[in-house]
């Protein structure tokens, strides 16, 4: 995964990298990605929450309704822990993408096994 510091390896600062995050967020609206569409956010702590998007603001905190938190196992399937009406700092996100539901909805993620994600290092 990509951190801060990568970018700062890069020539890139950490006030160059908030700026192509919120244009980021900017362009998802745009690109009809509006609120009520499910989401999966990845933290930096290495957490799968997917929720559906309520709303979210310039320092991309990000509102979540319907969400759930993906616990990932080598030794059993995947845990949903729901968590309900979520909000996360902007601070601890790492990715955000379109949840495809209809793709989604034909897992069965009681069978699917991975190892768990590891902590983005800045």
């Known amino acids: 995964m990509v951190g801060k510091s990568d970018f700062n390896a890069g020539g890139v600062s950490s006030q160059c990298f908030f700026v192509l995050l919120l244009f980021f967020f900017k362009n998802l609206l745009s ?3 509006v609120c009520a569409e499910t989401i999966s956010i990845i933290t930096n ?5 997917v929720g559906v998007l309520k709303g979210f603001d ?3 905190n990000i509102i979540l309704d319907e969400s759930h938190e993906r616990v990932y196992s080598t030794k059993e399937g995947v845990q949903q822990l729901v968590l309900g009406l979520y909000i996360i700092r902007g601070d601890n996100i790492s990715i955000v993408g379109e949840l495809d ?7 069965d993620l009681s069978k699917l096994r991975a190892h768990p994600l590891k902590p983005v290092i800045h």
């Open 58 to 60: 310039q320092a991309t």
């Open 101 to 107: 539901e209809e793709l989604d909805s034909s897992l």
């Open 45 to 49: 702590d290495g957490r799968n929450i």
């Open 31 to 33: 690109n009809h990605l």
